[in-house]
């Protein structure tokens, strides 16, 4: 599986707010493990998830759970901070399986915005999306979608069918929706129409 992590777990007994603060004083996150009919009530080693979710993209990798010895893959749904701090507080992981297509957000990654004509003539780079949900298996699990800009012009905008997915990646939108654009004057477009 491509861009895999392993944390090593153990078993919570007990749920709620008292066990969970007392997880936290022990330097661990509570988390649960849901899915495939499953629950697992579990803690982890608080610095060694901190380190992986500071690099950012925790929600596009698949997470190899080692639990007493059982390893569990899963991707993680979602990360409670602290409203102050920012730190981690709880997160909730979803177990997955190698056959079965899951859902999540690949980051919007630009390239070539300093080689752009259309940025260097004054247009502006307009960021629709900053991540689009798609389906994959989880072998297929990429971090990124690249959008290269490059060759647009002014006035021009860059929808989801123009963009060359990773194999196997789906939108979960079937529409063609808009990616990015390059807003400028209505003049800087006749110019650019004229040049070409």
């Known amino acids: 599986m491509q861009n895999s992590v392993e944390f090593k777990a153990e078993m919570r007994n007990l749920a709620g707010t008292g066990p969970a603060r007392a997880t936290r004083r022990e330097g661990k996150i509570p988390a649960v493990i849901y899915g495939l009919g ?10 060694d998830f901190v380190k992986e979710y500071e690099k950012g993209n925790i929600g596009s990798k698949v997470i190899n759970i080692n639990l007493d010895g059982k390893i569990i893959s899963v991707i993680t749904r979602e990360v409670q901070s602290h409203p102050v701090t920012d730190r981690p507080r709880h997160i909730d992981f979803q177990q ?39 389906y994959c298996l989880p072998s297929q699990i990429h971090q990124k979608i690249e959008v290269d800009v490059a060759d647009l012009k002014i006035g021009s905008s860059l929808h989801i069918n123009d963009i060359k997915l990773p194999e196997g990646v789906t939108p979960l939108d079937k529409s063609n929706f808009v990616i990015l654009s390059i807003a400028g004057r209505a003049d800087e477009t006749e110019g650019e129409e004229q040049a070409s």
């Open 38 to 47: 499953q629950e697992y009530n579990i803690a982890l080693v608080e610095k």
């Open 96 to 134: 997955i399986e190698e056959q079965t297509p899951v859902k999540i957000n690949l980051k919007v990654k630009i390239l070539n915005e300093a080689k752009s004509t259309a940025i260097k003539r004054g247009g502006l780079l307009n960021l629709v999306l900053r991540q689009v949900q798609v």
